[in-house]
């Protein structure tokens, strides 16, 4: 057996765990089945404007947790940038998150913090108990008027399935705001990297310990190659989607141009049903310390993703619940292998997430071999 260290997939998840092994005197070899590293956190210039474009659609860098925002302030300089969403419902624009301004513009009222508050409460269901749906959810928490302009088609859009056969748990909080406040997150450390996210996880793959393989993969008869193998890519793909594959729904981009400013913010949500696309981003809005005198949009439209699609957003319905338990039964029957990040463990991660558990994964596998014991398949269950 080889002493070196295998990773499949140049995203956050690998970069981070190739880089930490590195450090520690690792030699590690990572594959990346794309024709270049940052995963769907890819960005790059575009020729003609010079915009910064998000290639995958619109990643920002928000957190919690100082430890991980310090961790890649040592690889990009990050620029101060608030997330402000707006949204077109009937015929309209207002702003995201649902705040103050949005319920006094929707319901033409001047209600103050105190009085919206009671006034959203009289609007919601209050016939409805324990909810098992994200239609109910909504209905619990809004009541009709707010779930019909900004969560019932937007969802059905985002999802392709009716938000009555959809789980509460997608909806986990009321999302109301009853102040102005429309920073989108609520994260104390917020930014966008000055110069994109390719370059930070070309920064973490810089290491002379480290060698990179674009087009390249890692089968399931490669890991006997490695001491041990982290494994970022699909968890069905890698056992031959045997049983079957986990549902995902993917994006589709329709790109266009314009002069001067298309949309005069970085994006904005169409959450009723006049429009096919759920969002248009404008890039050029995602750097506003740069100038640009033209600009790039992407209309976003979601769908089931396809073998020859790139997933995005794992379904995980009870359907796919299930089938996933039957691919980590067979994972955790295997030696050698972790199996790491968004795809790895079929779950939504924002960047902050995938970072900290890579450093976490990382972290339990060099305590693994000074204490000469077996890393397991999952450091983070999926299930």
Request: hydrophobic share 35%; proline share 5%; aromatic share 12%.
């Amino acid at each position: 057996m080889s002493n070196i260290i295998g990773i499949a997939g140049a995203g956050f998840s690998g970069a981070v765990i190739a880089r930490e092994l590195a450090e520690a005197g690792y030699s590690v070899e990572v594959h990346e089945t794309r024709q270049h590293v940052a995963g769907n956190c890819f960005t790059e210039r575009d020729t003609e404007t010079g915009v910064m474009l998000h290639k995958y659609g619109p990643h920002i860098f928000h957190t919690d947790k100082p430890h991980v925002w310090e961790y890649l302030k040592k690889h990009t300089e990050f620029m101060p940038y608030t997330n402000r969403v707006k949204a077109t419902t009937g015929g309209k624009v207002y702003s995201l998150p649902i705040n103050l301004l949005t319920i006094n513009q929707l319901f033409e009222q001047t209600l103050s913090p105190k009085d919206a508050e009671t006034f959203i409460a009289n609007q919601a269901d209050k016939t409805i108990g324990e909810a098992e749906t994200f239609e109910q959810q909504a209905l619990k928490f809004v009541g009709p008027t707010l779930y019909e302009a900004f969560f019932k088609h937007y969802t059905i859009k985002q999802w392709g399935v009716s938000p009555a056969s959809l789980p509460a748990s997608i909806l986990k909080r009321l999302p109301v705001r009853f102040n102005y406040d429309d920073n989108y997150f609520s994260h104390p450390f917020q930014g966008m990297p000055k110069h994109g996210y390719t370059p930070i996880v070309q920064s973490l793959l810089d290491h002379a310990n480290i060698s990179v393989h674009l087009d390249s993969t890692i089968s399931k008869d490669d890991i006997k190659k490695y001491s041990h193998v982290f494994y970022a890519g699909p968890l069905d793909g890698y056992f031959g989607y045997s049983l079957g594959r986990l549902g995902y729904r993917t994006l589709d981009f329709k790109e266009f141009r314009d002069t001067g400013d298309a949309q005069g913010c970085a994006v904005m949500n169409y959450c009723d049903n006049t429009k096919p696309y759920t969002r248009i981003t404008e890039h050029k809005h995602f750097a506003p310390w740069e100038d640009h005198e033209n600009t790039v949009c992407y209309e976003e439209y979601s769908r089931d993703a396809q073998p020859e699609d790139p997933p995005y957003y794992p379904i995980r319905l009870m359907d796919e619940k299930t089938l996933l338990t039957q691919y980590v039964n067979l994972a955790n029957k295997e030696s050698g292998i972790t199996f790491v990040g968004r795809l790895g463990t079929y779950r939504y991660l924002d960047m902050d997430v995938t970072i900290d558990e890579a450093l976490q994964t990382a972290k339990q596998f060099l305590a693994t071999q000074n204490n000469q014991q077996e890393m397991p398949s999952f450091s983070i269950s999926p299930v």
